[in-house]
């Protein structure tokens, strides 16, 4: 068996990756003489099974990878692969392609993977020795050597048998090396795939939550829309419910029409069957006559009457057949004419029937997203009513918190400042900061005065306020209450407060934080209260 040009399967795979027990190599000898051919013997391991594509190399001793063979033969595969017995095999090498130098080489059985499975002991190409060595020893020596060589070949055939179990050990140990390694293989391939999922639920996630965002505020806007649409939906779900028993009175009507069709239907069909018997009669009739036609032809030939009298009685008889025939034929159309008729009844029928279901199955569906919408229209509108509670509960709230009674105030409140209320005629109660502004400039403060509680040193004092609605008089102010002591005084300051006077001119209040500023830093006080008012 010559090289062929075709390349073996080779691979950069390691030394360490090699699996050189699942083939063993037999009867390789030291060396071979150069010139001849040589045959290599191998068996396989238990588990080990060829494949097409394996092949037998010779390498030099020292190779790193499967690609440095010197040559290579193809290997036969056994004619029983599934015979798990140990069967040795041969392949035979030509001594043309053999090397010629006395380098050491071995045998290399290498898989269609490029994986090295089995390695034979190392062999030279070189000429046997011409040389005989004389070896002279004594007799008890000999004896000893041979006794030397049996523990030796005891121990080698022990060593065989343990290398045998170890070499099965290795190979069920192999197969289930591969095995795991397939699964890890698996495992990987798995868990990219799970890494790869992950990250795409995770932007599909983004782009979910954006998308959810987007649509919250869509909402948003939306529901301020609802109140209005709801009072429209309810007028249009009144007009659909008008117009809901207008079509179920028509429904009616059209049911009426419908059992007067029927009835006419019956009449017709009735009429259809007498003219159907009516018309049996009439043939019934025309047999009669073509018998009676046959019996008088026999009969005028056998009696051979005159000639004119024959005549006679056939134009009669011709006349009879002949206004027979258009008795029937008038029958005939008139039967048709009845069948058709009949036939575009029912086609009629049938056409109102399924107009009236298609018309009522519509009118409920309609009806019935109209209900869904409206209960959630009223939902959505109950929902805002309880908003708009809770809203009015805290703008009284408020108004108690600021001392004012909100039944007792108007739409707008007067005030005797002209000018603050043009600056804001939008407020119902006023700007709550124009007496801060007005603070700030030193020539106002003769002629306006603080709308909000004024504070002495940490302690607000409230004014109640009474309002003539009926007389439409501007607010005036009457009583005053302390909001610490709660009690009620007359003056500008309450008695509890006149001890504290005196550090009054010492030290200025912000009327809002009740913040304390030195009184040498008046413009840092004045940009604070100022501040509150942007």
Known sequence: MEKTIEDPPTSAVLLDRCHFSQVIFNSVEKFYVPGGDITCYYTFAEHFIPR?????????????????????????????INNKSAKQQEVQFK?????????????????????????????????????????????????????????????????????????????????????????LETLQSINKKLEQKVKEQKTCWETELLQLKEHNQKVSSENEKMGIRVDQLQAQLSTQEKE?????????????????????????????????????????????????ETT???????????????????????????????????????????????????KQIRQLRAAALDENFDLS??????????????????RMERENDLLKKENSRLLSYMGLDFDSLPCQVPTSDQGGAGQNPGLVYGNPYSGIQESSAPSLKKEKKMSLPAPIHGRTIGRVVHFDNSRGQTPKLSIKKC????????????????????????????PICDKTFPAREKQIFEDHVFCHSL
């Open 296 to 346: 008088a032809a026999k009969k005028q030939q056998e009696l051979m009457e005159p000639r004119n009298k024959k005549t006679t009685v056939e134009e009669q008889l011709v006349q009879e057949v002949e206004r027979l025939k258009a008795k029937v034929e008038a029958g005939k159309a008139c039967f048709l004419e009845k069948y058709k008729e009949c036939q575009r009844l029912h």
């Open 365 to 382: 569906r309609r009806l019935s997203e109209n209900k869904i919408i409206c209960d959630v229209l009223q939902r959505e509108k109950e």
């Open 95 to 183: 001594a043309y392609y053999l090397p010629k130098d006395d380098e050491y080489y071995q045998f290399c059985y290498v898989d269609q993977d490029g994986v090295v499975r089995g390695a034979s002991i190392p062999f030279q190409f070189r000429p046997e020795s011409e040389e005989d060595i004389l070896v002279v020893t004594t007799k008890g020596k000999v004896e000893e050597i041979e006794q030397h060589n049996e523990e030796l070949c005891k121990e080698n055939q022990e060593l065989k048998d343990s290398c045998a179990s170890l070499q099965k050990q290795n190979s069920s140990m192999q197969a289930e090396l591969q095995r795991k390694q397939e699964e």
């Open 483 to 510: 909001f610490t002591c709660k009690s009620d005084f007359a003056d500008e300051i309450c008695d509890h407060t006149l001890e504290q006077q005196q550090m009054q001119t010492l030290c200025l209040n912000c």
């Open 244 to 292: 809901m028993e207008k079509l179920v009175q028509g429904d009616q009507d059209k049911a009426e029409q419908l059992e007067h069709l029927k009835k006419e239907n019956d009449q017709l069909f009735f009429s259809l069957t007498e003219q159907r018997e009516q018309q049996k009669k009439l043939q019934q009739i025309v047999e009669d006559m073509k018998q009676k």
């Open 52 to 80: 097409r594509k394996d092949w037998i190399g010779i390498f030099r001793v020292g190779w790193k990878t499967t690609r440095e063979y010197y040559t290579f033969m193809w290997v036969a595969l056994p004619s029983d």
